[in-house]
């Protein structure tokens, strides 16, 4: 499997994207922002499509909308009556405005598969390296923001007692969390991207209680969904995003019976 150059390329950028993602998942978890995962996802989509009608890359174009957007929707978690109907439209939109923009560019259709569903063939060596470049800042910004991010994100009313800058950590979240969407989306694509930032977490959640526990036990289960996927879809020719959401969802529900039998026992 690893003599093909693109299944190398492919286990490399799979490995970033499981880490960031497993790492930004736990806070997306512990911070209720898992509908804003999804609701990027859609605008990732719409900025990969703009990226292609005017000639820059997906990648550039997704990280263009999901970093403007993101604080912007981000501000709509505090509105939490009106959250469901604003994700609905929002979601709505850019959809819309992704298969638009898509429909004016001169690309075949199956750059708009590429997007949604992500694709482990054409990974190239340069994509690659971006992918890793905005995994380690990524990884560098939770480094320096750890406390005072972990803090904020399991005991709010604290952290702002404790006179901590939440607005701050709020917006420097908000931004690894776009770049996390953006980054993959290139392995699953932008429709399912938020599996990886949220499955993992909760069920790391179900199973242990510290931080850096659920940090592990989270970045294990995203690394292990994306290594078999990749596996599994090149010996069967089957689309990867199925086997890792399939993965995440088999051991989110054996996370959830886990905590219902040690809530019994």
């Keep these: 499997m690893f003599e093909y150059e693109f299944m190398r390329e492919a286990f490399i950028a799979s490995t970033f994207i499981a880490i960031t993602a497993g790492l930004v998942g736990v806070f997306v978890v512990s911070r209720n922002m898992s509908f804003l995962s999804h609701t990027l996802s859609e605008i990732g989509f719409a900025g990969a499509s703009f990226g292609i009608l005017i000639g820059i890359s997906p990648l550039a174009g997704m990280i263009l909308f999901t970093l403007v957007s993101s604080v912007a929707v981000g501000s709509l978690s505090s509105e939490s009556s009106r959250r469901e109907a604003s994700i609905s439209a ?12 898509l429909s004016l560019s001169s690309e075949s259709s199956s750059y708009a598969t590429n997007i949604l569903f992500g694709s482990i063939v054409g990974i190239s060596s340069k994509e690659v390296n971006q992918l890793m470049i905005l995994a380690l800042f990524v990884i560098f910004v939770f480094i320096i923001f750890y406390k005072p ?34 980054i993959g989306a290139q392995i699953v694509g932008s429709l399912l991207v938020f599996v990886l930032l949220t499955l993992p977490g909760a069920t790391a959640k179900y199973v242990v209680h510290t931080v850096p526990k659920l940090i592990m036990v989270s970045v294990g289960l995203s690394l292990a969904g994306v290594w078999l996927g990749l596996y599994l879809a090149f010996i069967t020719n089957w689309p990867v995003t199925f086997f890792i959401s399939g993965f995440e969802v088999i051991a989110y529900f054996l996370g959830l019976s886990y905590k219902n039998w040690k809530l019994n026992h």
Excluded: E, N, Q, Y
């Excluded at 929002?90 to 923009?101: A, E, H, M, T, V």
């Design 90 to 101: 929002i979601s709505s939109l850019f959809i819309g405005l992704g298969i638009l923009f």
């Design 149 to 182: 991010l972990s803090f904020d994100s399991f005991d709010h009313i604290g952290a702002r007692a404790a006179g901590l800058k939440t607005r701050l950590l709020s917006i420097a979240f908000l931004v690894t969390l776009a770049l996390s969407v953006s």
